[in-house]
T-cell receptor, first 112, second 112 residues
């Protein structure tokens, strides 16, 4: 069964609004989670590393004020896309590592 | 980080073995080779990983050359459900801890 659960699986929002995506580790404690973004017909691009109890670490070129990450507990990390615009429409995926990486089901965000 | 090179796409007949190659000529001694696949609009799925010995599990076999500069993922009896993008990743260990960086992957099309 799934060990990383992501919610929602899809969301449509209006331009200018914020959207929160949740990522939960179901049967293990995850001190670190990873957030990826994937545009159509492209590979996964790592956005940031979410660290429990501390600030997230963002990859170069990713706006930390736009993509807010909170990792308040060992089982939950959230990604909030603030003031979303159509160009933020993408497939967002979270992941956590044990001996191998487990991925959430992904969230399809469409900003209209 | 060691980079990987994979063919852009491959076709395979249903029921036949699918052999997916990966070059990782700059891999270092403590880096593992991981394989994941992503079926359309889903999160990636772990397949198998190895360090230097060949590995086999219920999904696939992983053959790593003696010099570790390349590997091959083998799906022994491909089915239509194996159609996906397959990613070969060399796992790096950085200050952020074991994050996975995805390349372009190989699109495997299994045809009846």
């Amino acid at each position: 069964g799934a060990v990383v659960s992501q919610h929602p699986s899809w969301v449509i929002c209006k331009s200018g609004t914020s959207v929160k995506i949740e990522c939960r580790s179901l049967d293990f404690q995850a001190t670190t989670m990873f957030w990826y973004r994937q545009f159509p017909k492209q590979s996964l691009m790592l956005m940031a590393t979410s660290n429990e109890g501390s600030k997230a670490t963002y990859e170069q070129g990713v706006e930390k004020d736009k993509f807010l990450i909170n990792h308040a507990s060992l089982t939950l990390s959230t990604l909030t896309v603030t003031s979303a615009h159509p160009e933020d429409s993408s497939f967002y995926i979270c992941s956590s590592l044990r001996t191998e990486a487990f991925f959430g089901q992904g969230t399809r965000l469409t900003v209209v | 980080d060691a980079k990987t090179t994979q063919p852009t796409s491959m076709d395979c007949a249903e029921g036949r073995a699918a052999n997916l190659p990966c070059n990782h000529s700059t891999i270092s001694g403590n880096e593992y080779v991981y394989w994941y696949r992503q079926i359309h609009s889903q999160g990636p799925q772990y397949i198998i990983h190895g360090l230097k010995n060949n590995e086999t599990n219920e999904m696939a076999s992983l053959i790593i050359t003696e010099d570790r500069k390349s590997s091959t993922l083998i799906l022994p009896h491909a089915t239509l459900r194996d159609t996906a993008v397959y990613y070969c990743i060399v796992r790096r260990k950085g200050e952020y801890g074991n994050k996975l960086v995805f390349g372009a992957g190989t699109i495997l099309r299994v045809k009846s």
